[in-house]
């Protein structure tokens, strides 16, 4: 929208002033202090400070002491330690130890900015007093103490009040910290904010490098040059010491840069250490010594005037020491301008100062006194004295500068506040009559007549007079035209930032008015274009906002006006990537109805849909004009089409962003109707079996792609939802579980179809208990009813089979479900019966004894007769003779006949002939033919050798009857065995 709103305003060109009573207050030395509150320096003793150097001390503007410090410990105007006032980081020995500068803008507040020395080193730091603390006498801010601005620096720090009265805190340091090389001026910007660090600024000078921190650093009272002082001799030429001794520089309060390093020259057996500018800007005085360190030397105070031609190669001696006089000598020396404008030059351990009683005067109309100031008996002077900001010593006034027929604003200093004071301004304006002068301290002034005006402030104090006076320009009203709206699109990084001419706009603004005349600029906030503040370029990346245009004199800004415009940046549409969309081809007939929707909020992302709005289109040219676009819901004309989708800003629609996408069909996936999966439980019988899922793979896919995924679930919930899917081998009872097939391209299309799963009872088949037989015999094995199938191991495929071969026989049942039961019967054939030894106890009559072992499948059962058998295979109580042994199992598979012999002697023989006991024979020896039989007698005379097969022993020996006697035998068997006994021969 149009701001249809003109401000006519007025611009404050200086609010900061001060007076020199900020600087009616020292303390420095040896408790030494000096109160210029009467308009001359009244020694005094009341001050707690002792320092050889750098101190520090500030009044108010009426020159009431508020407190003072020596960079370390700091005093109120009671002489009492502050509560958080000890162990800031200045020093006694650091030349400039500290600097007390008000911030602007900021009643009550003061900032204390300290450099040390190198040992130890720590730079430029600054601590904050806020006299509002300790019932008002002033404390240092705990969490505003002791905070770092550079990290090290030499022992020299001043400070100039900017061109829109901030302040500019300037030391010399290292470019490279640590360096050691000292050449870099760093100007740090104390504003009513505070410390803004973003304006710090640096001047480097690589031909003015010092390697020693000590010396004075001075900016004019006018705020346009710099001087600065370093210790050791000046050695022109020498990398690293070409900053020792004076030098001159320009510095620019507006922008607080140092530039034009000029040497002041003077003589080479001397150092330079105090300075100060002259209360017009134009002398400086530079103190010399032979001596550093403190130490006595001669002494040299020169005078550069910087009007003179050749000012740095011309100085002009003010005083010095007599070089053939040592008692004349004294150390280096501070010099300070003070509230009466004249400079005080320190004379260490003494009670005296030197004064310059006309510093703006030249060479020895300057009236230089040697023993001009005495301090207070028990107090000295050393080395340092207190340096002031330089704002202190120009008392002035700022003004609201206004148009013409409008008040115009007058401040004085606030030195006209003070008790006794009276001012009188004189505003150049004689046509305004009795209002041509006032006695206000802030007075208006209406000049009705554009032009330039001469003011004059008289302000007469208990102290003295100043007088100051300013030339203002007073100017015509100047108009702001209305100007139109600015309406940008966005760039993509929609950031709300655009390039922003302002060209047209600053020429409506000015309308009809002459550019000579005056200027337009353009700002971002009201107060900034009241205030004339931080114009921006003609070419600017703006955000939304509104927006200010200043039209003012070329002459003076002090009149103006402002008009209003707003800059809308409209967001441009920003599509995100879009996936293309896949929809399942349903009945695989090609056309499916598309939601385009989905791809529109891809694209939107977080856009706000309230500010942009989706279209689709079926080209590229459609999508840029916006033209011929399509439902939302769209039935695709191919199986791969391309579509536009168009965003566009609703509050502007030429910005708009186009993109296109693809719709796609995929082929759906189908499943007929499977087979069930059955199994056979296993002999455990417990209804679980474990089923291979891959196996129904092929039945499930047909002749679908095989890039189609299956998986296996329990539920048609979670085959739906491709959740829980089942492992390959699954181990269930009979239950129902549901197949998933589907088409895993960009878009899931998938299918499910549902499985019997069947777990049938495992059949039992038992067969008889193992059969032993004969081995000759033929067995039936008949196996259980209730089987379809019946294979035996033979190949035979009846109920029942014959066997007569021994073995191990299996049959497998089938029952009506195809599930099989297997058993296994062991055929067995008797082992035969086989005679393996017999043994015969023989050679009694009556305790003879067969005892037969054989072999074999058994048990058998044995007989003598074949008639009466018993179980035991020993036959007892057996007479000499012929038996047969007949053995036979009781499987009834086989019989064994086992011949034996029982051997015996007769116990006597009749050798009558009567036809009995007529020979003596062993009995039953014709069964061993081999064997030896012989006959002795009682004396074991050999007799006779029978023959196993003969008749016998018929009695005689050699033909001779022997005698009716007992005789002996010897019987040798065979298998080696042997008996002996003895029989009778009786007649």
């Known amino acids: 929208m149009k701001k249809n709103l003109l401000y006519i305003c007025f611009l404050i060109l200086s609010i900061n002033t001060y007076g020199q009573n900020q600087a009616n207050w020292w303390f420095f030395g040896n408790n030494a202090g000096l109160d210029f509150n009467t308009g001359i320096p009244i020694p005094t003793t009341i001050g707690q400070l002792s320092t050889n150097e750098g101190c520090a001390s500030i009044a108010d503007a009426c020159g009431s002491l508020l407190f003072y410090t020596d960079g370390i410990t700091v005093w109120n105007q009671n002489h009492m330690v502050m509560p958080n006032g000890m162990n800031l980081l200045g020093d006694p020995s650091s030349t400039q130890s500290a600097l007390i500068i008000p911030q602007p803008d900021t009643p009550n507040i003061y900032y204390i900015f300290t450099v040390g020395d190198f040992n130890p080193m720590t730079g430029l730091n600054y601590s904050v007093v806020d006299m509002t603390l300790d019932n008002g006498l002033g404390d240092v801010v705990p969490a505003q103490k002791n905070i770092n601005l550079i990290a090290d620096s030499t022992e020299k720090v001043a400070a100039a009040v900017t061109n829109n009265g901030d302040a500019w805190i300037v030391t010399y340091a290292e470019e490279i910290i640590g360096s050691g ?63 020792r001794g004076a030098w001159l520089f320009d510095f620019n309060n507006s922008t607080g840069m140092v530039s034009n390093p000029v040497r002041l020259h003077f003589p080479v057996t001397h150092q330079a250490y105090g300075a100060e500018f002259s209360p017009d800007s134009r002398k400086i005085y530079v103190d010399i010594n032979t001596q550093s360190n403190g130490n006595d030397g001669d002494r040299i105070l020169l005078q550069y005037n910087l009007d003179a031609l050749n000012f740095a190669n011309t100085p002009l001696t003010i005083y010095n020491t007599d070089p053939a006089d040592i008692t004349d000598n004294v150390a280096r020396g501070a010099l300070q301008i003070g509230p009466d404008n004249k400079i005080y030059y320190s004379r260490k351990s003494t009670q005296w100062l030197s004064v310059i009683n006309n510093p703006d005067q030249i060479g020895a109309a300057s009236t230089f006194i040697l023993n001009g100031v005495q301090v207070a008996t028990g107090t000295q002077v050393n080395e340092g004295l207190p340096p002031f900001y330089n704002a202190f010593f ?142 921006l370029p003609v070419n600017y990346n703006a955000v939304n906002g509104t927006y200010y245009a200043r039209i003012d004199s070329n002459v003076s800004n002090g009149c103006y006006a402002i008009t209003a415009f707003d800059i809308i940046i409209n967001p441009q549409p920003i599509i995100n990537n879009i996936d293309d969309l896949y929809l399942c081809d349903i009945d695989n007939d090609s056309v499916e109805n598309f939601d385009l929707n989905i791809a529109g909020l891809q694209a939107l992302g977080t856009q706000d849909p309230i500010v942009f709005d989706i279209s689709y289109h079926n080209s590229m040219g459609d999508a840029m004009t916006n033209s011929n676009s399509i439902n939302s819901f769209y039935d695709n004309n191919t199986i791969n089409e391309s579509i536009w989708l168009r965003i566009e800003n609703v509050n ?71 959740i829980n899917s089942l492992p390959n081998n699954l181990n269930t009872g009979t239950t129902v579980i549901w197949a998933r097939l ?112 054989v072999s074999g499948s058994g048990p058998w059962e044995y007989s003598i007769d074949d008639f009466f058998y ?73 007799l006779k050798q029978l023959s196993p097969t003969g008749i016998g022993w018929d009695g005689t020996y050699n033909g001779n009857p022997m005698p009716s006697t007992d005789y002996w035998f010897k019987v040798i068997l065979n298998d080696g065995q042997s008996f002996r006994g003895h029989f009778s021969l009786k007649r």
């Open 394 to 535: 120009n008392p002035s006034f700022s003004f609201i500068e206004a148009c013409e027929t409008n008040a115009t604003h007058f401040f004085a200093d606030d030195i006209a506040t003070c008790p006794g004071s009276n001012v009188l301004w004189d505003f150049g304006d004689p046509a305004s009559g009795v209002d041509n002068t006032s006695s206000q301290p802030d007075p208006l002034h209406i000049y009705n007549t554009a032009g330039t005006y001469i003011v004059t402030l008289s302000i007469n104090t208990i102290r003295g007079n100043y007088t100051t006076s300013k030339e203002i320009t007073i100017v015509p009203q100047p108009i702001a035209n209305t100007v139109n709206d600015i309406e940008l699109c966005d760039d993509v990084s929609n950031n709300g930032i655009e390039a922003v001419d302002f060209t047209t706009t600053m020429s409506t603004v000015l309308g009809l008015q002459s550019s000579s005349d005056y200027q337009v600029t353009i700002h971002e906030t009201l107060t900034e274009a009241q205030n004339d503040f931080n114009a």
């Open 870 to 942: 018993q179980s035991l295979p020993v036959f007892s109580d057996l007479l000499p003779g012929f038996y047969n042994i007949n053995v036979r199992s009781l499987n009834g598979c086989d019989q064994l006949t086992i011949p034996t012999t029982i051997i015996a002697a007769p116990n006597f023989f009749t050798p009558n002939q009567d036809g009995f006991h007529d020979y003596w024979q062993v009995i039953a020896i014709e069964t061993e033919p081999d064997a030896q039989i012989y006959i002795f007698d009682r004396f074991g005379k050999l």
């Open 742 to 853: 589907e088409n895993n391209q960009q878009q899931v299309c998938f299918t499910i179809e549902p499985i019997q799963i069947t777990v049938f009872p495992h059949p039992v088949i038992e067969l008889p208990e193992d059969i032993n037989k004969c081995i000759d015999d033929i067995v039936t094995i008949t196996a259980p009813a209730g089987f379809n199938l019946y294979n035996w191991s033979n190949g035979e495929t009846t109920r029942s089979i014959q066997i007569e071969a021994a073995g191990d026989y299996t049959v497998t049942g089938t029952d009506s479900n195809g599930c099989t039961a297997a058993d296994t019967i062991t055929i067995s054939n008797y082992e035969p019966t086989i005679f393996t030894s017999i043994e015969v106890r023989q050679f009694t009559l009556r305790d003879n004894r067969i005892e037969v072992s």
């Open 181 to 243: 090389l000292f050449d870099t001026f760093y100007a740090f910007k104390l504003t009513s904010s505070g410390m803004d660090l973003s304006a710090t600024v640096t001047s480097t000078f690589n031909n003015v490098q010092a390697d020693d921190r000590r010396g004075y650093l001075r900016i004019s009272p006018d705020g346009s040059n710099i001087v600065m002082m370093t210790q050791l001799p000046v050695t022109t030429g020498t990398v690293g010491q070409t900053g």
């Open 652 to 722: 502007n629609t030429n910005c708009y962003a186009i993109d296109n996408f693809t719709i796609n069909l995929i082929q759906q996936p189908e499943i007929i109707p499977l087979n069930d999966y059955e199994l056979c439980d296993d002999e455990s019988n417990d209804g679980i079996e474990s089923f291979n899922l891959p196996t129904l793979n092929a039945q499930v896919l047909g002749n679908q792609p095989s890039t189609f995924n299956i998986s296996y679930h329990s539920s048609s919930i979670d085959a739906n939802q491709n």
